[in-house]
């Protein structure tokens, strides 16, 4: 089994930050891409951002220049900085990891989610 457990959401002001983290623990051999999806109320689940093992990073372009992926490989945790917030990050937040519980077979795992809310 692996799990993925998320901490550090909640509630702020627009122009706030917030930082989310996300562990990845179990039967682990190997992570390949870990990173964040969110989905607002009557929306579709959305990529925020992707960080692979190597440190290459990818975002959404809504979130550019005010989040920052980071990763801690010896931890199995990756990092989430989110500055700037504006109402329509509002959210809930998943965690993704593309993980192996053995060489050459990887699965896509995800958090149960942490919700970030934005309001005056």
């Known amino acids: 089994q692996v799990q993925l457990v998320e901490s550090g959401g909640g509630s702020v002001q627009p122009g706030g930050s917030l930082r989310l983290s996300c562990a990845a623990s179990g039967s682990i051999f190997s992570i390949n891409g870990m990173g964040w999806y969110r989905q607002a109320p009557g929306k579709q689940r959305e990529l925020v951002t992707i960080i692979t093992s190597g440190g290459n990073t990818n975002y959404a372009d809504s979130v550019k220049g005010r989040f920052t992926i980071s990763r801690d490989n010896a931890k199995n945790t990756v990092y989430l900085q989110m500055n700037s917030l504006q109402p329509e990050d509002t959210a809930v937040y998943h965690c993704?990891?593309?993980?192996?519980?053995?060489?050459?077979?990887?699965?896509?795992?995800w958090g149960q989610g942490t919700q970030v809310t934005v309001s005056t």
């Open positions: 993704y990891g593309r993980i192996a519980r053995r060489l050459g077979i990887a699965n896509d795992y």
